[in-house]
């Protein structure tokens, strides 16, 4: 199966908030259950995140990297009482993320309006 794209939009009237999340930031479906787990869960480490999804500790991270990537997620460095940290994850806000996802899909827009007003007929190879 390909990673979603924001092309896999068009001509659904109604998709869903995850499948938008998945097309508009290229990230796969399991990286935005990621995010949505997330969103019941702040301050969350791998291996809790691990186990609330049942996914194995190396694919939760791996999907918590793409996240950060995409500013999707935050990360924090808590201090254990023995000694080292663990690292906390804690998904940005359902505001913030449609904020981004509308400004993601503008400029896509934007592109695609672009594309259209500069065809030339007489241009084509």
């Keep these: ?3 979603p794209e924001i092309e896999d939009l068009v001509g659904d009237v ?3 908030f995850d499948h938008v999340l998945s097309c508009v930031f ?5 990286e935005s259950r ?10 969350s480490t791998v291996a809790e995140l691990a186990e609330t999804l049942d996914r ?10 793409t996240l950060r990537e995409k500013g999707l997620v935050e990360r924090r460095r808590r201090l254990l009482d023995s ?7 804690t ?3 359902v505001p913030e993320a449609k904020e981004r996802l509308h400004g993601a899909l503008d400029e ?12 030339d007929p007489d241009e084509r190879e």
């Design 56 to 65: 194995d500790r190396s694919n939760v991270n791996r999907s918590l990297s």
């Design 91 to 93: 998904a940005i806000s």
């Design 26 to 30: 290229g990230v796969r479906d399991h």
């Design 108 to 119: 896509w827009v934007e592109g695609v309006h672009a594309a259209i007003d500069a065809f």
């Design 14 to 16: 109604s998709p869903s």
């Design 83 to 89: 000694g080292g940290y663990v690292y906390q994850y």
């Design 1 to 3: 199966m390909s990673d």
């Design 34 to 43: 990621t995010y949505l787990t997330l969103l019941d869960h702040p301050g």
